[in-house]
C-alpha cells in the first residue's frame, strides 16, 4: 500500500529488445546525489559513452522524479528529463512540473530509464507495478492534446496522467518538446525530439500507492510550516495573481524587455503581454497549480474573438509572451495565445520557437532571406499570421525552409551565411532566454557555463537584483555584503553563481520548484535537509546537501568535457557579447568578451576546474567523491 | 446555532488542483500519502479549465444509509456528519453504488468502504487549501451567510440613492 | 509644485492599472511619502490601501529602489515615478 520514500525504485525501459525490469537505488546513492537530478546525472553518465548519437539508440532518457515528490512537502512535484541533447550535442535536464512525477511516485517508481529505439511507434503503460510496451501507430501523428484524450480512452481511465510528444517530436524537431499532463511542458534542448527518435509517442501512469516518511508526523509539520510561510511571499501572491508574465511591467520599466529578435529592449503597447492584462482584460479564466504547489503560477485562458482562431488552452508563461510575443514583434494578445496553443498541441519549445522565427525575422528584414527562401512567408517583424504558418510547418518539417529552421538558430544561421549567426540568439546550439545578459552579470555568467545553454533553468540568480529582504540576506550570507545585490557588478558573480547553482541542484534533486528557493526563499538547504532526513529517516545536514548540489553540477561538466567542450564554448549570444544594450537604464551595457574572462577566471578558479580549459581538477573529483564515476576526463591537478 | 448539516465548502472556482487536501486526508487517515485513499478527490475538467473536488456532501436523505445492508453507513449525529462504522462494513459496494457523486469509494487495498467523516468535526484538509476552494465553518448557515451579504448590498444602494 | 507621472501596474482596478497619470507633489516629496499619500486616499479595501511597501517594487525613471534607503529619494518634477507588487518569472 505504501513503500518508504528513502527506497527508490529505477523502472528500466529498454525499447529495442521490448524489455522492462526493475532495479534500487542504493541508499548510500541516495544521500550522495540527493535523489531526482542528482542520481539522474550519475545514471545519465554511467549509461552513456562519449559521443553517443542524441537521436540514436544508445541515447538514454532518465525521467527521474524528486526525492519528496508525492509528499506535503510545498511545491515538490517537480521532475526532470535527462538525456544527451540534439541541438547542442551535450548534457540536457528538462524541468517539469504537472502531476506525472507524483503518480510515477505512487506507482511505485521513483525513475523511468528509457534506452534503446522500439521498432515502430510504442507507449510505455505503467499502471502500477504492472509495466506494458503498447504499439502506438493509431497515435503517432496526432497532437498532444487528442493524444492525451485518445489515451485515456483506450486505457478506460480518465485519471491516468500523460507525457507525450507532437508532430514536432516525431519529426526530430530540434526543439521539440513533452507536453506533461496539459499545463506543463518538458521543453528545452530538444528533448521532444529524443523521444521521438526512439519512437516513443507516451508515458501513461495510474499510480494508487502510496509514500511513507520516517518520522511522519514532524516531516508533516515542517513541511505545512514551510507551506505557509511560501504562501504569505508577496512574490507568491504576483505569480498567483498574474502568473510568470507579471513581470512584464517590471521588464518594460527597466528597459530590458527583449523586442524584436533582442535588437531592442522595449515594444510598444507591451502592456498587452502581460499577465495583468490577461486577467483584467477577461482572458485568464483558470489558474493551475503544479501536483502539491500553493503558488499556482500557470494559466489557463482563453481567446475572446475569432480573429486569429476560438482556442481555451494553457499557459502562456513569461518567456513564451517575449519569444512569441516582443522578440517577434508582436503585441497582439489574441495573436500570442494561438501561437502558444500551438506550441503546446505540437509539442515545440516556445523559447526556441518564438527566437527561430525572430531570427528568420531579422533576417527577412535584411533582405539576406525573401519570400522565395521562405516558402512564401512574408516574415516582417509583427506578422503574426506567418508565425502561425510557420510553427505549423516547423513541427512537420514542411518545405525546405521549415526543414531547415526545425534544427535552430545555429544550424539555420550556419546554412544561410551571411554574418546571420551574429543575430542567432544562441549559445551551444540551445536559443537564450529572454534575459538580457549584458544587463545582468551573475545571470551572464551563470549562462555561459550552463551546460546545456544560456538559459535560466539550470541556475537562475535571481537574487542578484536584490528586489527583497530575502534576497539581499542571501547575497550577504553568500558574499558578507548585501551591497553585492546589484546585478551591474563583476565582483563576486561566481560566488553568486555557485551558491544557486549548489542550492538550485538540491532543489530539483528533491523536487522543489525553484521559485521556491530562489525566488522567494521559504525553502532553503537548512530547512531540504531537515526534511530530507526526516522522510529518509538517514542525517543529512545544510553542508552535506550542499554538496549533494556540487557533485551533480560537476558530474553535468564532466560529461560536457567528455563530449568535448571546453572553456571557449562557455560564451554567450553573439549580441550579448557585441552590440551593446541601446536604450533605457541599461543603456551602453554589455558582456564582452574580456569581462566574461574575468567572470569565468573568478568561477573556474572557485570550482576547482583548470582554469584555461574549464575541465575539472582529479583533487576536485575526489575531494567530492566522484573519482570513480567521472575520474575519465579529469586533468591532473 | 449548529448547523444540522454540516459539510465542507466547495468553491469550484477556486480549485488549482494542488491536491495539499488529498495528501492531508490521506495522511491523517493512513499515516502516509497517498491521494487514491483519500476521502476527497480533486478531478480536473481540462476542457474547462475547472478542478471539481469530490467529498461527501451528507446529504439530508443520504442514499448511502438505507442501501447498507449491515447498517454500517448510519448519520453520527454527534458531529453531525455521514460515515462508516468499519468494524460493520463488509466491502459490498452498494453505497458506493448508492452514492451519486462517487463520493465514497473502496479502493483496492482497503476492505472497507470510505467515506468523509469531516475528522470529527475538524478537517485536515481545509487549512491546507490556500486558495479558499476548501472551507469549513462549523457555525455557517451558508444560505443564512449570503442573506446577509446581500442585504447589505441593497440596502448600501438604497441608501445612496 | 512639480508634476511628475505616476504608473501604477496591478494595483488600479481594470484599465486604469495601465494608465499613465499626472500628479502634482511637493518638491522633495519621497517615493515612499508619495506611497503613503496615494494609499491613504484609497478607498478602504483596495489593493492600494492594504498592500504594504514591502511587497511593492518602485521604479523612478527606470531605476528599481530596493531598499528603505532608496525609496527615499526625492522625487523632482518630470520624474517617472512607477508602483507595483513584486513579480518574478521565468
Known amino acids: 500500500m505504501s513503500r518508504p520514500i528513502s527506497q527508490q525504485r529505477i523502472l528500466n525501459v529498454d525499447l529495442t529488445q521490448r524489455r522492462t525490469w526493475a532495479e534500487k537505488v542504493a541508499q548510500d546513492d541516495l544521500v550522495k546525489y540527493l535523489g531526482g537530478r542528482g542520481i539522474a546525472a550519475k545514471l545519465l553518465y554511467e549509461r552513456t559513452r562519449g559521443g553517443v548519437d542524441p537521436l540514436g539508440s544508445d541515447n538514454v532518457m532518465v525521467f527521474a522524479t524528486g526525492a519528496l515528490t508525492g509528499t506535503n512537502a510545498p511545491s515538490s512535484g517537480r521532475s526532470s528529463v535527462t538525456c544527451k541533447s540534439p541541438a547542442t550535442g551535450l548534457y540536457l535536464k528538462v524541468s517539469v512540473g504537472g502531476h506525472v512525477g507524483a503518480e510515477l511516485r505512487y506507482a511505485g517508481w521513483d525513475y523511468v530509464v528509457v534506452s534503446g529505439t522500439a521498432s515502430g511507434p510504442v507507449y510505455l503503460w505503467i499502471d502500477d ?69 526512439k519512437n516513443l509517442k507516451a508515458i501513461a501512469v495510474r499510480g494508487r500507492g502510496g509514500l511513507s516518511c520516517a518520522s511522519g508526523k514532524e516531516y508533516y509539520a515542517l513541511a505545512g510550516q514551510m507551506r505557509r510561510k511560501l504562501a504569505a511571499d508577496s512574490g507568491s501572491e504576483s505569480l498567483y495573481n498574474w502568473g510568470t508574465s507579471g513581470s512584464i511591467p517590471g521588464l518594460d520599466e527597466m528597459g530590458m524587455l527583449a523586442a524584436y529578435n533582442f535588437s531592442r529592449v522595449a515594444i510598444d503597447h507591451s502592456e498587452r503581454l502581460s499577465g495583468q492584462y490577461l486577467l483584467d482584460q477577461g482572458y485568464l479564466i483558470g489558474r493551475e497549480s503544479c501536483f502539491g504547489c500553493s503558488t499556482a503560477c500557470h494559466r489557463y485562458v482563453r481567446t475572446l474573438t475569432d480573429e486569429w482562431g476560438r482556442v481555451r488552452d494553457a499557459g502562456p508563461e513569461l518567456e513564451t509572451v517575449l519569444s512569441l510575443g516582443a522578440e517577434c514583434g508582436i503585441t497582439d494578445t489574441e495573436a500570442l495565445l494561438v501561437a502558444n496553443r500551438l506550441c503546446n498541441d505540437l509539442g515545440m519549445d516556445t523559447i526556441s520557437a518564438g527566437h527561430v522565427i525572430s531570427w528568420a525575422m531579422e533576417t527577412y528584414e535584411r533582405g539576406i532571406l525573401d519570400k522565395e527562401s521562405t516558402d512564401g512567408l512574408d ?50 546550439g540551445l536559443e537564450q532566454s529572454a534575459v538580457d545578459t549584458r544587463a545582468a552579470k551573475s545571470y551572464a555568467l551563470a549562462f555561459a557555463v550552463n551546460p546545456r545553454g544560456p538559459d535560466h533553468l539550470m541556475t537562475e540568480t535571481f537574487a542578484e537584483f536584490g528586489f527583497t529582504q530575502e534576497s539581499r540576506d542571501v547575497i550577504r550570507e553568500i558574499t558578507g555584503d548585501e551591497a553585492y545585490a546589484n546585478p551591474r557588478l563583476t565582483e563576486k558573480r561566481a560566488d553568486i553563481v555557485r551558491w544557486h547553482e549548489d542550492v538550485y541542484g538540491a532543489s530539483e534533486a528533491l523536487g522543489f520548484c525553484v521559485f521556491t528557493s530562489t525566488a522567494a526563499f521559504a525553502v532553503n538547504p537548512r530547512n531540504m535537509a531537515q526534511l530530507f532526513s526526516l522522510g529518509m529517516g538517514v542525517p543529512l545536514d545544510e553542508k552535506q546537501l550542499m554538496l549533494g548540489g556540487r557533485r551533480m553540477v560537476t558530474i553535468e561538466r564532466c560529461f560536457n568535457v567528455r563530449e568535448g567542450a571546453r572553456r571557449q564554448d562557455d560564451v554567450l549570444p553573439w549580441r550579448m557579447m557585441n552590440e551593446k544594450v541601446p536604450t533605457g537604464t541599461n543603456a551602453g551595457m554589455l558582456t564582452d568578451q574580456a569581462m566574461l574572462d574575468g567572470l569565468l577566471d573568478q568561477y573556474y578558479a572557485l570550482h576547482g576546474w583548470d582554469v584555461a580549459t574549464a575541465v575539472p581538477l582529479r583533487s576536485t573529483l575526489a575531494r567530492l567523491g566522484l573519482a570513480e564515476l567521472c575520474g575519465d576526463v579529469a586533468l591532473e591537478g | 446555532m449548529e448547523a444540522e448539516i454540516l459539510n465542507l465548502t466547495l468553491d469550484v472556482a477556486k480549485c488549482t488542483a494542488c491536491r495539499a487536501c488529498e495528501l492531508a486526508c490521506s495522511f491523517a487517515k493512513e499515516g502516509f500519502f497517498s491521494p487514491s485513499l483519500s476521502r476527497i478527490r480533486i478531478m480536473q475538467a481540462h476542457e474547462a479549465g475547472l478542478n471539481v473536488p469530490i467529498v461527501c456532501v451528507n446529504c439530508a436523505s443520504a442514499p448511502c444509509i438505507p442501501a447498507c445492508p449491515t447498517g454500517a453507513v448510519y448519520r453520527d449525529r454527534t458531529v453531525p456528519v455521514v460515515r462508516i462504522r468499519e468494524e460493520e462494513c463488509i466491502g459490498c459496494g452498494e453505497c458506493i453504488r448508492a452514492c451519486p457523486f462517487g463520493a465514497v469509494d473502496r479502493p483496492q487495498c482497503k476492505e472497507v468502504a470510505l467515506m468523509c467523516d469531516l475528522c470529527d468535526g475538524n478537517p485536515a484538509c481545509a487549512p491546507e487549501c490556500i486558495y479558499g476552494a476548501l472551507t469549513f465553518d462549523p457555525k455557517r448557515q451558508p444560505a443564512e451567510a449570503k442573506r446577509w451579504a446581500t442585504a447589505k448590498v441593497i440596502a448600501a444602494r438604497v441608501r445612496e440613492k | 509644485m512639480g508634476q511628475i507621472f505616476l504608473r501604477l501596474f496591478g494595483l488600479g482596478e481594470g484599465d486604469a492599472s495601465q494608465q499613465t497619470l499626472t500628479l502634482s507633489v511637493e518638491p522633495g516629496t519621497t517615493v515612499y511619502a508619495l506611497w503613503e499619500g496615494l494609499s491613504r486616499e484609497a478607498p478602504p479595501g483596495a489593493k492600494m490601501a492594504t498592500i504594504e511597501p514591502a511587497g511593492l517594487l518602485a521604479l523612478l525613471n527606470g531605476r528599481p529602489l530596493r531598499t528603505q534607503a532608496e525609496w527615499g529619494s526625492p522625487v523632482c518634477d518630470g520624474d517617472t515615478v512607477v508602483y507595483m507588487p513584486k513579480a518574478f518569472g521565468g
Open chain 1, 129 to 197: 507495478e504492472h509495466v506494458e510496451i503498447r504499439d502506438a501507430r493509431h497515435l503517432w501523428g496526432r497532437g498532444t492534446r487528442e493524444t492525451d484524450d485518445l489515451l485515456k480512452a483506450e486505457l478506460g481511465d480518465e485519471a491516468i496522467r500523460t507525457a507525450v510528444i507532437g508532430p514536432a517530436g516525431e519529426n526530430r524537431v530540434l526543439f521539440s518538446c513533452i507536453m506533461v499532463t496539459r499545463y506543463n511542458s518538458a521543453s528545452r534542448g530538444g528533448v521532444g525530439a529524443v523521444m521521438g527518435s
Open chain 1, 379 to 428: 516574415l516582417r517583424f509583427g506578422n503574426a499570421g506567418a508565425q502561425h504558418t510557420l510553427l505549423n510547418r516547423l513541427a512537420r518539417r514542411e518545405g525546405a525552409f521549415a526543414d531547415l529552421l526545425a534544427n535552430g538558430t545555429r544550424h539555420a544561421s550556419q546554412e544561410v551565411g551571411r554574418d546571420s549567426g551574429t543575430w542567432a540568439i544562441q549559445a551551444k
